[in-house]
């Protein structure tokens, strides 16, 4: 079993930036990929970045590549999600996920609320 919780999230001004943490507990093993996912109001959710827990390789949709950026540090078991010149359409809750190899999402964490105003 694995148990994620979200951190960071909140209110910022538009070309602002967040930090998003998502600290892991549980069993996690090299196949494991971690992910953030975003549900904006009245939308489908939308896949943000993978992280390999092993070997840290990213991977983007052509739509998130340059303003946001994943990261973990093993040491710390957490994955973070650095985001850059934040836009109102941003604004959606934050999930993170993990899942035994790429592209799948087994656990879900709570998720965190991204504010970004106008």
């Known amino acids: 079993q694995v148990q994620l919780v979200e951190s960071g999230g909140g209110l910022v001004q538009a070309g602002g930036s967040l930090r998003l943490s998502c600290e892991v507990s549980?069993?996690?093993?090299?196949?494991?990929?971690m992910s953030w996912f975003r549900r904006a109001p009245g939308k489908e959710r939308e896949f943000v970045a993978t992280v390999t827990w092993y070997g840290g390789s990213t991977y983007y949709p052509d739509s998130m590549k340059g303003r946001f950026t994943i990261s973990r540090d093993n040491a710390k078991n957490t994955v973070y999600l650095q985001m850059n010149s934040l836009k109102p359409e941003d604004t959606a809750v934050y999930y993170c996920t993990a899942g035994h190899g790429m592209g799948s999402s087994d656990y879900w964490g709570q998720g965190t609320q991204v504010t970004v105003s106008s």
């Open positions: 549980g069993r996690i093993d090299s196949s494991y990929v």
